[in-house]
């Protein structure tokens, strides 16, 4: 019974080890410099993408902060839509306004 006990215990601590987002909070690094492009993605951003990816995190979507994914494929994804997650078309977010989200998503990486 002590055994069975200690692997659902050891199976519980790896299970919420692995659940969360790599990324928490603000970095560590200080505040974040961007460059004119990036911080117009940040202000497209937040009125478009925070309230279900806050700050880049997972909330009602999942965290973006810590994807690899290369800019076309978010860009289709942005204008696609995929899974829970609406398309936002040109009348919504220009094509520049996109390109300042992804240039603001990938600096939130190197964060």
Known sequence: MKRFI????????VALIHCG???RGLPI??????KAEQRAGQ????????QC?????GGLGPAINNKPLP????????RQGLGAMPAFDEDVLSDQEVDQII?????????
Do not use: D
């Open 6 to 13: 200690a692997a659902l215990i050891l199976l519980m601590s």
């Open 21 to 23: 987002s790599a990324r």
């Open 29 to 34: 690094t200080g505040p974040m410099e961007l």
């Open 43 to 50: 202000v497209a951003f937040m009125r478009t993408c925070h």
């Open 53 to 57: 990816h806050p700050n880049g995190e």
């Open 71 to 78: 800019s076309w494929l978010m860009k289709f994804q942005i």
């Open 103 to 111: 240039a603001y998503l990938k600096e939130l990486r190197h964060e």
